[in-house]
């Protein structure tokens, strides 16, 4: 498992560690099987069309989840993921695959954030930070914050 | 301004439904995520870490409780057992010129882990329905609040939808 992060590591305006995904039909397969939304919206390219979204487009509740990951990750696992939100601003498109197991070529999607605020509550230790995903374009399509309780060194 | 009969659902909630969250479904869910934490993978790392058991991803509370037998979808902004009082809502935007939904984003807070084996009662509450103007004319956001409480009856999370019709 990655390091453990510490209240006292962290200042306000830090980056919070960028994790890449790449959205691909495959995961968005996995996706609507796992979270039981089977809108073909989001597997089906002449569905999608028709509802003038061009064609398949990413889950809002998938990019969700990676920045839920680029949280749980970045906090490490004796810290809380206290607050969560994000709001689907913009769409996303998938990569096709090109075998089997890889996509083809194409965008990479990076799930960022930074430190807002630092503080102590009820004898809690506390890090508010901005959260976004940012497509290929470095374009903002999901923005949110999160609130995590870190431990503190004491 | 939105008529009374889309506001008057305002408060209205739903029934509880039951979610289990079986080990099977937590792996799915994170590997549909590409999340490799030995948390939601490894029972023996998981037994020796702080949870003491296999937990699910924040936001995640299970196959989704709500959905009906061969549901397509439901968004996270429909409410669980209410299909009745839903399906009014949904007929009263229409009319108040807002027939499409749209997943507009989501709110959580978090009280506790969700463990493996986990049994969630699931509660959720029509919170507000507001008109907004935007750029490209009127919408509607519909705000639905659902609460989880584990088995022991502690609460777990509040998580806010935001449907944004138009």
């Known amino acids: 498992m990655a390091k453990q992060l510490y209240w006292e590591d962290v200042k306000v305006d830090d980056e919070v560690t960028p994790l890449p995904k790449v959205a691909t039909s495959l995961m968005l397969v996995k996706w609507a099987g796992a979270s039981g939304d089977f809108n073909p919206l989001h597997y089906d390219d002449s569905f999608a069309s028709s509802q003038g979204v061009n064609s398949r487009i990413v889950h809002g509740a998938l990019k969700r989840q990676w920045l839920v990951q680029l949280m749980t990750d970045w906090i490490g696992e004796q810290a809380t993921l206290k607050k969560f939100s994000c709001r689907y601003r913009a769409m996303d498109w998938p990569r096709k695959m090109a075998t089997i197991g890889t996509p083809e070529e194409g965008e990479t999607w990076y799930c960022k954030g930074k430190v807002t605020k630092k503080y102590v509550e009820d004898g809690e230790h506390y890090v508010d930070c901005e959260i976004w995903i940012e497509n290929g374009k470095g374009e903002v399509t999901t923005p949110g914050t999160a609130t995590a309780i870190l431990p503190s060194r004491g | ?166």
């Not at chain 2, 949870?51 to 037998?69: D, E, N, V």
């Not at chain 2, 935007?93 to 506790?112: N, S, T, V």
């Not at chain 2, 919408?139 to 939808?161: C, D, K, S």
């Open chain 2, 1 to 166: 301004m939105l008529p009374e009969e889309v506001t008057k659902f305002i408060g209205q909630g739903a029934g509880a439904t039951v979610a289990e969250v079986e080990k099977g479904a937590i792996k799915r869910f994170a590997d549909a995520v590409d999340d490799a934490n030995p948390v939601y993978w490894d029972e023996e790392y998981a037994r020796n870490s702080r949870y003491g058991s296999l937990i699910a991803p924040p936001g995640f509370f299970g196959w989704p409780a709500k959905l009906p037998r061969g549901a397509i979808f439901q968004r996270p902004t429909d409410v669980s057992d209410a299909a009745e009082s839903r399906g009014g809502l949904g007929l009263a935007l229409a009319k108040a010129g807002y027939p499409r939904g749209l997943d507009g984003g989501i709110e959580y807070e978090f009280f506790c882990p969700v463990c493996a084996g986990d049994i969630l009662t699931v509660k959720s509450v029509i919170k507000d329905i507001v008109e907004r103007e935007g750029k490209t004319g009127n919408m509607a956001f519909l705000i639905v609040e659902t609460t989880y409480h584990n088995q022991n009856g502690a609460l777990v999370a509040i998580a806010r939808a935001t449907s944004i019709q138009r």
